[in-house]
Structures are given as structure tokens and as C-alpha cells.
């Protein structure tokens, strides 16, 4: 297989690392876990045994924590989301410009052969600057931990 259907290894450096710039005078962010069922609960404890043998988390004692939920997929499996809406608010936004869909599907215009590309596991796949890594901080019921 050219593509894994799994990411088992932290992503190798890179010239771009992923950097969390905020708003001057932001100081930690940090909330209480989410409830969850007692089946939520078993497949988080699954899913942060599988990231920290993969080492995509790691424990932190980061004063940020931000909240996680499990959000059913398409295929009724769950996926791990952490709630980084707080963060968000607090950080600089970059202002890449972004091409209109009008723009680009003019692009495509008389072409014959289209490609499609799905990233697995995309947020795995970005290394954050080792400065930022302590935002990237998550509180669940089992500990504290960051990407």
C-alpha cells in the first residue's frame, strides 16, 4: 500500500511546524472535563491508550486543559475531539488569502482527469512548535495530557 490505513509515528520535522499565536494578555485557558456515559467513558480510555502508545499525546502538567467529547462517525465508530473553541477565541487568526470555489472550479474547466486525496488522521499529522505544545493541553476524567 502507497497510503497506511493507519498513522502509527509522530510526523517527521518539517520546515513549517504548526504555531498557536494569541491575542496579547491571554493568559491559560482552562475547563473542567465533559460528562460522559460509562460507555464513553470506556471507549475514551481505549482511544488515549492508543495515543499514548503511539506517542501522539504525552502527560502534561500545562496549566491550559481544554475539554474532550466523542462524536460518532459515519460508520458508528466514535472519534475523539477536543473542544478548542475557548483557544480559538484567544488566537491570532492567520489571514492566508483563500481562493473563491467559483475561481477554482473555473480552473478545472475542460480538464479530463480529477484526483482526490484523503488525509488520515490529518491532525496527527502536523507538528506543533515545541513552545505551543503545552495549549494543545486536554483534561479528561483519566489525566492531563497534550499533543
Avoid at 481505549?46 to 486543559?65: A, C, D, H, N, T
Avoid at 475557548?86 to 488566537?91: D, F, I, Y
Avoid at 478545472?108 to 486525496?117: D, P, W
Wanted: hydrophobic share 35%; proline share 8%.
Amino acid at each position: 500500500d502507497v497510503f497506511p490505513k493507519d498513522v502509527s509515528d509522530v510526523p517527521p520535522e518539517r520546515e513549517v511546524e504548526f504555531t498557536i499565536d494569541l491575542v496579547p494578555g491571554t493568559g491559560p485557558i482552562s475547563m473542567a472535563p465533559y460528562r460522559m456515559s460509562a460507555s464513553e467513558l470506556k471507549e475514551l480510555k481505549k482511544q488515549l491508550e492508543e495515543l499514548l502508545e503511539k506517542k501522539f499525546i504525552r502527560p502534561s502538567v500545562s496549566p491550559w486543559g481544554a475539554p474532550v467529547l466523542l462524536v460518532k462517525k459515519k460508520d458508528e465508530s466514535m472519534r475523539l475531539c477536543v473542544d478548542y473553541r475557548q483557544l480559538n477565541k484567544a488566537t491570532i487568526k492567520n489571514k492566508y488569502p483563500l481562493p473563491r470555489i467559483d475561481d477554482l472550479m473555473d480552473q478545472l474547466m475542460g480538464a479530463r482527469v480529477f484526483s482526490k486525496i484523503d488525509l488520515r488522521s490529518g491532525y496527527h499529522q502536523i507538528r506543533v512548535k515545541a513552545e505551543d505544545v503545552p495549549k494543545t493541553a486536554f483534561r479528561t476524567r483519566y489525566g492531563h495530557y497534550e499533543y
